[in-house]
């Protein structure tokens, strides 16, 4: 995922600001729900980084935003992605703990061409460290690996699983939401301690996993159920109810009857999520209606629940 960075960020908002308050800043304002404890993260040093040991010569790094690992090894440092907005902490991180030379990069298409590409398996050994890399299909998108260094039992799945907080956008601006649940099963399938998701605050483990896990299946279950009181008579949701003022003013608009119910749908889904989730992951009000819009979507193109607009 592209996330911002901190400086396009800030000039962004003092653009908004220098040209008379158009554009972000009325989100700017919006105050949001209050962070759980948990979603404070590591305590990043002065110069905007913390470097976890997870053991056996392998770290993970975070700058608050994006985090990443590293391993050390008797013949080099394999580093597994160069984050953008961590930067050059990452050479300094890496040059206060060895004197070995980064050796090899396993990153993503952005950076430079890689000299070794492969389709489905590979494991890198590199001195004593071993990391071994699996493409299992999309998971999150296309190219999206699975990388495991098993003497610390780490793995680093970009983009799943954000632990304590609430999947980014559209769950992590999953291009496929069948994949992307099945992708926590392809995780937990791994005998890991450790889990990287590639961003915000911490590692998480096998409880962060879970957690995330009984979510999504969560955001499934009432975005189904929101579809199915379409059917009925439900005073809101019901077809009838939902869509006959619509057709009684804007006959034969089918794109506004088809937006009026993936609105409705989905803000129902996402408060029936809230009411369990809420203060339980960080941010629920800022991405669950955008996470229930990307399932309520799903549903109608992948999964075929038409609700109204099916033959039954
Ligand atoms: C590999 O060697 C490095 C550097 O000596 C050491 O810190 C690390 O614990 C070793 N890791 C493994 C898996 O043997
Ligand atoms: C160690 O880290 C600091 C910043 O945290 C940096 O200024 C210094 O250059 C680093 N040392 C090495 C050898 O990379
Ligand atoms: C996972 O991490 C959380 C937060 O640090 C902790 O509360 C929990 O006990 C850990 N679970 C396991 C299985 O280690
Ligand atoms: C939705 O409706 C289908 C078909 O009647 C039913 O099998 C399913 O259990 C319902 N799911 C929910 C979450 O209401
Ligand atoms: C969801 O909650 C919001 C805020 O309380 C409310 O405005 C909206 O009507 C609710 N949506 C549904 C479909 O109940």
Not at 133 to 153: Q, R, S, T, V, W
Not at 215 to 227: E, K, M, P, Q, S
Not at 278 to 300: F, G
Request: aromatic share 12%; proline share 5%; hydrophobic share 40%.
């Amino acid at each position: 995922m592209q996330l911002l960075s901190l400086t396009v960020l800030l000039s962004l908002i003092s653009s908004t600001v220098s040209c008379g308050g158009h554009g972000i800043r009325a989100r700017d304002v919006q105050k949001f729900d209050p962070l759980p404890a948990s979603a404070a993260g590591l305590p990043l040093n002065s110069d905007g980084y913390f470097v976890e040991s997870l053991g056996h010569g392998t770290y993970m790094i975070t700058d608050g935003i994006y985090n990443s690992m590293f391993l050390i090894s008797t013949e080099g440092v394999v580093v597994v992605d160069m984050p953008p907005t961590t930067g050059h902490r990452l050479f300094w991180a890496v040059g206060n703990l060895t004197h070995q030379p980064i050796t090899h990069l396993q990153a993503d298409p952005r950076r430079p061409v890689p000299h070794v590409t492969f389709d489905t398996a590979y494991t890198l050994r590199v001195g004593n460290q071993t990391l071994e890399l699996d493409y299992k299909g999309e998971a999150h998108m296309a190219g999206n690996i699975f990388m495991f260094a098993p003497a610390a039992k780490v793995l680093m799945v970009v983009d799943i699983v954000f632990p304590d907080w609430t999947p980014f956008s559209e769950l992590g601006q999953a291009q496929n939401v069948y994949e992307y649940i099945k992708a926590h099963d392809l995780i937990l399938a791994y005998d890991f301690k450790y889990y990287i998701g590639g961003h915000l605050g911490r590692a998480g483990n096998r409880t962060d996993v879970l957690v995330n896990k009984e979510y999504v299946g969560d955001l499934f279950t009432n975005c189904v159920a929101a579809i199915n009181l379409t059917t009925t008579n439900d005073p809101v949701l019901g077809a009838a109810a939902l869509l006959g003022p619509v057709f009684a003013s804007n006959p034969g608009n089918y794109w506004a009857a088809f937006s009026v119910y993936i609105e409705a749908t989905t803000s129902w889904c996402a408060n029936k999520t809230n009411e369990k989730w809420e203060h339980r992951l960080a941010a629920t009000d800022v991405y669950q209606y955008d996470n229930a819009a990307v399932v309520i979507q799903s549903l109608r193109v992948d999964y075929g629940i038409l609700g109204p607009f099916g033959t039954s």
